[in-house]
């Protein structure tokens, strides 16, 4: 819950900042304005929400209301709000997220939601890597190099399922142990900050040597990756 509660203040100080300029302006994913983000942030974090408060129910709904569609449309809807719109739909579904999983008891942290067919503490990691991930997609200052050792370990072991079959990640990060991800027999070795190890598996951009892969003792490119293990086609 702290981690949740810490990323939602990062969102929270972004809102604070926003001009009506600002929100127009690209944001590092291709195609979105910051618009996009901060409207995808409101959609998920109001998604989110929707699994806890039904789950303490003992029921189960689906992430977003009308799906794919209604959720990308939605998204495409908000892109074009004013800034004091993003910093009042934006702060209202992060309070009502925020507010629903301070309201868990210990035990309906394990209760089933349609997420994932998971359970209430997936939605809340799902909800960690949505607030941490697009802040630094808002484009605003904040990069992976804030993110925490925490974070990027929980992060590349959520994305391990992006390793292709028959091959083997290993990670080599400057400070630290290295990392094994997948279970092929043609290993490829990267390495660099761990930051960068687990932005570039999240399919973000990051300076270029950032990391250097090695297969067989050669020097190669960066190796291919699968798509995101999102229950829904992710951005």
Not at 84 to 101: I, M, S, T, Y
Not at 122 to 145: K, M, P
Not at 170 to 197: F, M, S
């Amino acid at each position: 819950m702290a981690e949740i509660r810490s990323a939602a203040d990062g969102i929270r100080h972004e809102l604070d900042r926003l001009t009506d300029e600002s929100v127009l302006q690209p944001s590092e994913l291709p195609g979105w304005t910051r618009g996009h983000v901060l409207a995808h942030i409101e959609g998920i974090s109001a998604a989110v929400a929707r699994q806890v408060e039904y789950a303490r129910r003992g029921e189960k709904v689906e992430l977003y209301d009308g799906g794919q569609q209604a959720r990308d449309q939605a998204i495409e809807d908000g892109a074009h709000a004013t800034a004091d719109e993003h910093r009042e739909r934006v702060g209202a579904a992060l309070g009502r997220v925020l507010d629903a999983f301070a309201a868990l008891e210990p035990s309906e942290w394990d209760a089933p939601v349609r997420f994932r067919n998971g359970v209430v503490r997936d939605a809340g990691f799902a909800l960690w890597r949505e607030l941490v991930i697009h802040h630094s997609d808002l484009g605003t200052g904040c990069n992976q190099q804030e993110w925490s050792s925490g974070f990027c370990h929980h992060l590349l072991g959520f994305l391990e399922p992006r390793v292709p079959e028959g091959e083997t990640f290993i990670l080599r990060p400057h400070h630290g142990e290295e990392i094994r991800l997948g279970e092929g027999t043609d290993g490829v070795i990267l390495e660099g900050r761990l930051q960068d190890l687990a932005a570039w598996l999240a399919g973000r951009e990051i300076g270029r040597g950032s990391v250097r892969a090695e297969h067989a003792g050669e020097a190669v490119s960066l190796p291919a990756i699968g798509p995101w293990p999102s229950a829904l086609a992710a951005k």
